[in-house]
Each structure stands twice: as structure tokens, then as C-alpha cells.
């Protein structure tokens, strides 16, 4: 029902900032909540973000706090990870997520879609 496509992912100096974005391409009018997880080699996938579909329910991990901020474009069917000062452990696969509300959003085993992830590397 939903393809999702990361976007913006790269290689930036550390202190430097990304955008990511993910579009969300829907074959119907669901609503859905959306979240950003990483992972790293030899890492599990990670949660970093989360935004409900009205943007006002907004989860951050404690090490994006201040740092990165989650955002929505509804009518693009589009959500943004903004990722500043960024730090060398930031760098990761950054995969984007939609769930339906309901199943104990947003932790991980939440979502419904995944996208193909989009590589960040932060260098020192």
C-alpha cells in the first residue's frame, strides 16, 4: 500500500548538517504516523524520531535531542529529519517508517513500512 524513498543522505565534516527527506507514495488516504531509526554496522536499528500524522506528537532519542528536528509536509506526503552538529557515532543508515496508530506507535515493531534507507557519514 505505501513505497517509501529516503533521500539526502551523504558525507559531512562533523559539526556539519544534513536533511533527510522521505516520500511516501500512497495507494490510498490512510493516515500515518512516520519515524526515522539508524543502524549501524554491527549495531541494531535504532529509534532517532518520531512524528504522528497531525505533527503533534513529536519523539526524539535522548541524543537527537537538540540536534535534530522531525517534520511533515502532508500535502507532499513528505517527513524531513533536519540533522545538525553532527558527531562521527550519527553516522548510520538512516531508514524512515509509516505505522498506523494503534500497536504501541512508535516503538520499533510498530511500523508497517520501511523504506530502502539512505546512507549518512560523518567524518572527524
Known amino acids: 500500500q505505501v513505497q517509501l524513498v529516503e533521500s539526502g543522505g551523504g558525507l559531512v565534516q562533523a559539526g556539519g548538517s544534513l536533511r533527510l527527506s522521505c516520500t511516501a507514495y500512497r495507494r490510498t488516504t490512510s493516515t500515518y504516523a512516520m519515524g526515522w531509526f539508524r543502524q549501524a554496522p554491527g549495531k541494531e536499528r535504532e529509534f532517532v524520531s518520531a512524528?504522528?500524522?497531525?505533527?503533534?506528537?513529536?519523539y526524539y532519542a535522548d541524543f537527537g535531542q537538540g540536534r535534530f528536528t522531525i517534520s511533515r509536509d502532508n500535502a507532499k506526503n513528505t517527513v524531513y529529519l533536519q540533522m545538525n552538529s553532527l558527531r562521527p557515532e550519527d553516522t548510520a543508515v538512516y531508514y524512515c517508517a509509516a505505522a498506523t496508530l494503534g500497536s504501541n506507535w512508535p516503538a520499533k515493531d510498530s511500523y508497517d513500512y520501511w523504506g530502502q534507507g539512505t546512507q549518512v557519514t560523518v567524518s572527524s
Open positions: 512524528i504522528s500524522w497531525s505533527g503533534g506528537s513529536i
